[in-house]
């Protein structure tokens, strides 16, 4: 949604606007606003792991990388909020300023947990192909042929040498190959 600012500065009501922020810093950006301000912001980040050379690594971005919500009245604050640390201005179309409506933000928030974050960690399921990051068959493409749920571990069938070879091997050790991972998203 956008409002022109004619719609906004008769108003004395705050209203959410999205705005653009240094990347990866995003979070920084909010936090700054809410301490010397006192704005309140939404900054909603992902936690998801990702295959490194050191294995299966927990990383922390940005939902909406490059931007930011915050809630403000327009005309006693804009000036303060744009040139804040970490701020780059906020999204306009034209001359119309990008708005949110509070219920979205609402509902945003219902699904995050502590500290503005949403984990993504997709269930692994017997029948589909994943990858194991840690240990000597790091890299490994195996398919899960059963899960052991007391245990935390995965039975999985691994093709190596010609041969198909049943291993058990922890959860934990094991993440989704990049397309399966972002096709799980949708």
């Known amino acids: 949604m ?3 600012q004619l719609q906004i500065l008769p108003t004395d009501r705050p209203f959410w606007f999205c705005l653009r922020a240094q990347t990866k810093r995003e979070h920084l950006a909010a936090i700054g606003l809410r301490k010397q301000f006192q704005i309140t912001c939404f900054a909603p980040r992902l936690r998801m792991r990702k295959l490194t050379r050191r294995g299966a690594v927990w990383f922390v971005e940005a939902m909406f990388p490059g931007y930011f919500f915050a809630q403000f ?4 604050e ?15 179309f034209g001359d ?3 708005t949110i ?21 997709p269930e692994i399921k017997v029948g589909q192909e994943v990858q194991i990051a840690h240990g000597p068959l790091q890299g490994l493409e195996v398919l899960v ?8 571990r995965v039975r999985v069938l691994l093709e190596f040498l010609g041969r198909s070879l049943q ?7 094991l993440i989704q190959p990049r397309a399966s991972a972002v096709s799980s998203l949708h």
């Open 101 to 121: 409506d509070s219920t979205i933000i609402d509902a945003l928030r219902q699904r995050m947990e502590a500290d503005e974050l949403v984990t993504l960690d």
């Open 78 to 92: 804009r000036r303060r909020v744009e040139h804040a640390p970490g701020v780059r201005g906020l999204v306009r």
């Open 145 to 152: 042929t059963q899960l052991l749920p007391p245990s935390e």
């Open 167 to 173: 291993m058990e091997v922890s959860k934990e050790t």
């Open 96 to 98: 119309r300023l990008a």
């Open 2 to 4: 956008s409002k022109s």
């Open 73 to 76: 009245d327009y005309a006693t």
